[in-house]
């Protein structure tokens, strides 16, 4: 059975940092493209950033670029360093595996986790 379990969300002031990770289980996703999407109530789930199976090409969010970093240290982890947090980058945050780069966008396609909140205050 193919889990996604999400790891480091939380409470973070504007300006602060946090760290997301991601630990899959069940099967390698060493071909499989791996990252970030966020939801947030009544909206389509947005996509954060990507990185592809080799760890070497990443794609991010224009809203994140610059903020963000997305890493990679194996082909089943994969991790979100959230630096400069903004109010606005409060949602619940999904590790997701596809077999595409960047990961598609729309039909919750690949493989999923069950989220974890990331909240920042003002």
């Known amino acids: 059975q193919v889990q996604l379990v999400e790891s480091g969300g939380g409470l973070a002031q504007a300006g602060g940092s946090l760290r997301l990770s991601c630990a899959a289980s069940g099967r390698s996703f060493s071909t499989y493209a791996m990252g970030w999407f966020r939801q947030v109530p009544g909206k389509e789930p947005e996509r954060v950033a990507s990185i592809k199976w080799s760890g070497g090409d990443t794609a991010y969010a224009d809203s994140v670029k610059g903020r963000f970093t997305i890493s990679r240290p194996n082909a089943n982890t994969v991790s979100l360093q959230m630096d400069d947090l903004e109010p606005e980058d409060t949602a619940v945050y999904f590790c997701?595996?596809?077999?595409?780069?960047?990961?598609?966008?729309?039909?919750?396609?690949?493989?999923w986790g069950q989220g974890t909140q990331v909240t920042v205050s003002s």
């Open positions: 997701v595996a596809d077999k595409f780069f960047p990961l598609r966008v729309g039909g919750f396609s690949g493989y």
